[in-house]
């Protein structure tokens, strides 16, 4: 089973740009297809992007991302990206990324393989 570690979360200011970038352990990274979550306090965790094995395919949870958030993955690295650009308050967040062998179970938040521990982002208004 893989083991899911994100990173880079933090403080930013509305309009600005973080990458949050999860590394996985434990596995084997290219058989898993890959996404990034999201969730408030009191609210359900939210899919946003998912990302296949070879890094080929992407979905977005369009009415989320606007076309600010690009996932991408590194296979040498075993590591997945989340590139989030224009950034505003209510993409304010716990954001956990999930691994799972069938790239369609990665697009709903029950069915993932594994969950890393999640990082916080903050934006300021």
């Known amino acids: 089973q893989v083991q899911l570690i994100e990173s880079g979360g933090g403080l930013v200011q509305a309009g600005g740009s973080l990458r949050l970038s999860c590394a996985a352990s434990g596995g084997t990274f290219i058989a898993y297809s890959m996404g990034w979550f999201r969730q408030v306090p009191g609210k359900d965790r939210e899919f946003v992007a998912a990302?296949?094995?070879?890094?080929?395919?992407?979905?977005y949870q369009d009415s989320i991302t606007l076309g600010r958030f690009t996932i991408s993955r590194d296979n040498a690295k075993n590591t997945v990206y989340l590139r989030m650009n224009a950034l505003k308050p209510e993409d304010s967040a716990v954001y956990y990324c999930?691994?799972?062998?069938?790239?369609?179970?990665?697009?709903?938040?029950?069915?993932?393989?594994?969950w890393g521990q999640g990082t916080l982002v903050t934006v300021s208004s």
């Open positions: 990302i296949n094995w070879g890094g080929d395919t992407t979905y």
């Open positions: 999930g691994a799972a062998k069938n790239y369609y179970s990665v697009l709903r938040v029950g069915a993932l393989d594994a």
